[in-house]
């Protein structure tokens, strides 16, 4: 079983940053794909990005290319997302899971994170 808690969402002005993190416990991180995904009210969940457990992989959504960084730090179970160039349309619940691979569907991830709040102002 693993465990996921997502924290450092929040309120920032457009242009901003932000960095979430996922802390895990439980089974150890370093075996799984890690991905993030969010979901904006009225909205299906969508992908961010995902990384593979050597970190030597990644993958982003269009939207996000360019301004999100995934990183991961299998010593300390913890995985990041650096959000730089905030845009309003970035307003979502937040989430992290655990999977086998790197999918841009949900499905494809069998744990999740309870989700962090990041709210863009303009």
């Known amino acids: 079983q693993v465990q996921l808690v997502e924290s450092g969402g929040g309120l920032v002005q457009a242009g901003g940053s932000l960095r979430l993190s996922c802390a895990t416990s439980?089974?150890?991180?370093?075996?799984?794909?890690m991905g993030w995904f969010r979901q904006a009210p009225g909205k299906e969940r969508e992908f961010v990005a995902g990384?593979?457990?050597?970190?030597?992989?990644?993958r982003y959504a269009d939207s996000v290319k360019g301004r999100f960084t995934i990183s991961r730090d299998n010593a300390k179970n913890t995985v990041y997302l650096q959000m730089n160039g905030l845009k309003p349309d970035d307003t979502a619940v937040y989430y992290c899971?655990?999977?086998?691979?790197?999918?841009?569907?949900?499905?494809?991830?069998?744990?999740w994170g309870q989700g962090t709040q990041v709210t863009v102002s303009s």
């Open positions: 899971a655990a999977g086998g691979t790197i999918r841009a569907y949900p499905s494809a991830y069998a744990y």
């Open positions: 439980g089974r150890t991180l370093s075996s799984y794909v």
């Open positions: 990384i593979t457990w050597s970190g030597g992989t990644t």
